[in-house]
């Protein structure tokens, strides 16, 4: 935990495998944080100690926070929606839509649902309520893949982030693309130029001016290959044309 006041740093606690996620809940005060051990931890940062270590299925590979629900992606396609204030057992276990190994999970704005990515250039838009009705207006749609010469690669879809103001959401590939989706309306928005390598993580801005953009070779291709560039933060400023539904 770094202060920003003090720019002191303390160790807030430890997981049994590599972390995974950290995620902050303003609702209960709690930092939550996912591991390859199987477990989420909480953790009360004022004391600080730990509050609560809770059994997943797998490997945590992705989380997200829905107000005071924690939606979990794990390996073997997974997902499992925890209430934060009652941790007792989950109050929805599901299965990716999709048919292979999850990427990330970011949940929508207005709480409604999800969007979730895959390894195989694919993500899919779910919604949390049960209701069969509204369990009608979930889909996945293909992205992130190239043609060259007549053969499709596929790269997986490592990053997802929402703006807060427009529902809309970005999604960052392996193919060094970034593209921005109008979910709601099912359609493209645009996609910036290329980055010098695979994108590893994206994050909007609160008010939606700004888009940061990690890069790093993620060993898609096994060995780290020559051309590979080093890790770098793009900072991207974004416009209404880009991020607002048509």
């Not at 005060?29 to 953790?43: M, R």
């Not at 250039?121 to 049960?130: C, I, K, P, S, T």
């Not at 990690?214 to 051309?227: F, M, P």
């Amino acid at each position: 935990m770094f202060d920003l006041n003090s720019s002191g740093e303390s160790v807030l606690g430890t997981h049994d495998g590599a972390i995974r996620t950290v995620d902050y809940c303003s609702e209960i005060n709690a930092v939550v944080t996912g591991s390859w051990d199987h477990t989420i931890k909480t953790w009360d940062p004022r004391a600080p100690r730990c509050t609560g270590t809770y059994q997943q299925q797998e490997r945590v590979y992705t989380t997200s926070l829905c107000g005071e629900l924690l939606v979990v992606g794990t390996a073997g396609r997974k997902v499992l929606v925890w209430d934060l204030r009652n941790m007792g057992v989950p109050t929805q276990r599901r299965e990716s839509s999709l048919k292979y190994q999850t990427r990330c999970i970011r949940c929508f704005p207005n709480k409604q649902g999800y969007a979730l990515s895959s390894i195989e250039g694919r993500v899919a838009v779910e919604y949390l309520d049960a209701d069969p009705e509204v369990q009608k207006k979930k889909y996945a749609f293909k992205c992130h893949r190239i043609k060259e010469s007549g053969i499709e690669k596929i790269y997986p879809v490592n990053a997802i982030s929402f703006h807060n103001q427009y529902n809309t959401f970005a999604t960052g590939g392996s193919d060094g693309y970034v593209n921005v989706w109008d979910g709601f309306n099912k359609k493209r928005l645009c996609q910036f130029h290329p980055y010098p390598t695979s994108v590893a993580s994206l994050c909007f801005s609160s008010d939606g001016s700004a888009l940061a953009i990690a890069c790093s070779y993620l060993y898609e291709q096994e060995e780290k290959v020559e051309s590979t560039t080093d890790n770098n933060v793009f900072i991207r400023y974004v416009t209404d044309q880009e991020t607002k539904p048509k």
